[in-house]
């Protein structure tokens, strides 16, 4: 039996990286290139895999790997072969062609097989290659090609995707974005048929005794795309590449609203440098940002000993803001730990002062220019009402120039249109603070807490486990104590919480973590992969932390490492193990 080896090692979403071969040796990474009849031959490196057709009714697929990627063969190989079947044009959705592709290891599919094909929801069907056949039909059918994508993701995770004739140096970021892990240059040889030269910004005609190899436009686009996964850049560069047709602007806002509903798609904790670049208005309907405004509408809840004065400030481009230079002095002006402070900003809407330190809000960037745009002002009008719903503030401070409707409540606006750094825009912020009465201030410890508890509600949906703790150490690392024994570190700079072996029953107890649940039979050794796992909630997302229980009793903890849709047939790591409890430790 030939086996594929093929290990992910970037993620981001649905796009990522493979190694493929042996995973300890690999000899080629995707995104590649499928050659096909005609091309000029690449270095394995480049391109992995070759396919030949041949011309028969219905056509055979004849997919080969150009190297030795079976880590349990010492030939070249997996060499698959597969029926095309009878495909019909996307048009005619309702028709049933009658002979469906065959072959399990290439699968090939259709928009209509797709919708006919009752086979390809079998549990055991667990394919190395997918080929979307009719995609550059369903390129001319709005939506169709992102919705075929998702659902090939969905179902079949551990499939490397390869959809032939639409890929070029001008779009290969942003089909591997999409999901698209092999691409074949057969538009870049029509280009060059047809006397134009396919570039990374599209289609031109060459300059006098400029060459129309194409190779080489291809292959830094590849390269390009490679370095852009593995640095955390895809997205960005997925956007730039999209302007160079209207039709792959429409192919990315209907993927960022598709893909906002596949579970666990996000991430949960990123890396410190990680930047969330929002350089244009696509970000305003970006997944990540979708989800920021349903919480604060639908969800957020500010601490409770704070629900009586709202102050609204600006943002700063430091973050998080309360280290900027900017937010330093409103603090010092507003000289009160018993209000609450909201930054309005952009594309994020508001962000309470306790969220700062978090996901998304501590690693968004953007132009800062001090304009707003209509649609920017309405989403933030909108949130902040939604927002206001549930919460029963007396007053609302407003130290930004951003023109409010009628939030149901008394606003005192303290910038009378001057910069909310300026001198007089400061005093008048510090004097209406002083004005109100009743304020209590809160301790260094219960501002820690109350700011934890918020992050707790945002992360895990509950906070009941900070019950009766304490908060000690100081910035960056504050340890969480229980009953004198530490069961959580707060990273600042990590934005996350590291829970300890003694804290995992806590989190039991409160049901605060995902609960993974380990097969009777396997033993606990090492990471998770596939075989160990009997169960799991559908919603993981990267870097989330879970409770391993096995036999119903707790056995440990791991963190996620792919998102939940990966998990049904993903080969590899799914989550890296942190701690393992004895029988003792775990009753």
């Known amino acids: 039996m030939q086996h594929l080896g093929r290990t992910v090692v ?62 349990f063969s ?19 959705e309702e028709a049933n062609a009658g002979e469906m592709p065959t072959g399990n290891d290439v699968l090939v599919m259709s928009w209509q097989r797709l919708r006919h094909d009752e086979t390809i929801l079998e549990a055991d069907l667990r394919p190395s290659i997918i080929v979307l056949v009719d995609a550059p039909q369903l390129t001319a059918h709005q939506g169709r090609l992102i919705d075929s994508i998702i659902a090939i993701k969905k179902q079949f995770p551990g499939a490397l995707l390869w959809t032939p004739g639409i890929s070029g140096p001008d779009n290969i970021a942003l089909l591997s974005w999409f999901g698209v892990d092999l691409h074949d240059m057969a538009r870049s040889r029509l280009a060059k048929a047809n006397g134009l030269i396919l570039t990374q910004d599209g289609p031109r005609n060459p300059l006098e005794g400029e060459s129309l190899d194409y190779v080489a436009h291809f292959e830094h686009a590849i390269n390009s795309t490679r370095a852009a996964l593995a640095e955390g850049w895809l997205r960005n560069l997925a956007e730039k590449q999209s302007l160079n047709s209207p039709k792959m602007v429409e192919h990315l806002r209907h993927f960022s609203r598709a893909s906002d509903s596949v579970s666990g798609l996000l991430k949960s904790v990123v890396g410190r440098d990680y930047l969330f670049e929002c350089l244009s208005t696509s970000a305003l309907n970006d997944p990540v940002v979708k989800r920021w405004h349903r919480f604060m509408e639908n969800e957020y809840t500010c601490p409770p000993s704070i629900e009586k004065i709202l102050i609204l400030l600006p943002c700063s481009a430091t973050k998080p803001y309360s280290s900027s230079p900017t937010h330093r002095k409103f603090i010092r002006e507003i000289g009160h730990s018993g209000v609450h402070e909201l930054m309005i900003t952009s594309p994020l809407a508001i962000v309470p002062r306790d969220l700062e330190s978090v996901w998304p809000a501590a690693h968004y960037d953007l132009p800062v220019t001090g304009d707003w745009s209509v649609e920017e002002i309405s989403i933030i009008h909108e949130v902040l009402i939604g927002y206001l719903k549930r919460h029963s503030y007396n007053i609302i401070i407003n130290h930004t120039n ?172 799914l989550a890296k193990l942190r701690h393992k409890l004895s029988s003792d430790s775990s009753k």
């Open 402 to 573: 951003i023109p409010m409707p009628d939030l149901g409540m008394a606003v005192i606006s303290t910038t009378n249109g001057e910069s909310p750094t300026s001198a007089p825009a400061l005093e008048r912020l510090r004097q209406v603070v002083r004005e109100q009465e009743n304020l209590k201030k809160r301790k260094g410890e219960k501002i820690n807490l109350d700011t934890f508890k918020s992050i707790s509600r945002f992360m895990f949906n509950n906070d009941a486990w900070l019950s009766d703790c304490r908060i000690r150490g100081k910035f960056p690392d504050w340890k969480v104590e229980k009953d004198g024994q530490q069961i959580a570190v707060w990273s600042t700079k990590r934005g996350a919480f590291s829970i300890s072996k003694v804290g995992l029953s806590v989190m039991h107890e409160h049901k605060t973590l995902p609960e993974v649940i380990v097969k009777e039979d396997q033993k606990l050794m090492g990471d998770l992969h596939l075989g160990l796992l009997d169960s799991w909630p559908e919603d993981l997302k990267v870097g989330e932390e879970v409770l391993l229980i096995q036999k119903g009793v707790l056995v440990g903890s791991a963190r996620v490492l792919a998102p939940s849709w990966e998990w049904n047939g993903t080969p590899g790591r």
């Open 10 to 71: 970037h993620r981001d979403r649905l796009a990522r990286s493979w190694k493929l071969g042996d995973r300890t040796r690999p000899l080629s990474t995707t995104p590649g290139i499928v050659l096909l009849e005609g091309d000029v031959e690449l270095d394995i490196k480049l391109a992995p895999f070759s396919c030949k057709m041949e011309r028969t009714l219905p056509s055979k697929m004849y997919f080969s790997s150009r190297a030795n990627l079976d880590p």
């Open 74 to 92: 010492e030939e070249p190989g997996p060499n698959y072969e597969s029926s095309v079947g009878f495909v019909l044009p996307p048009v005619l």
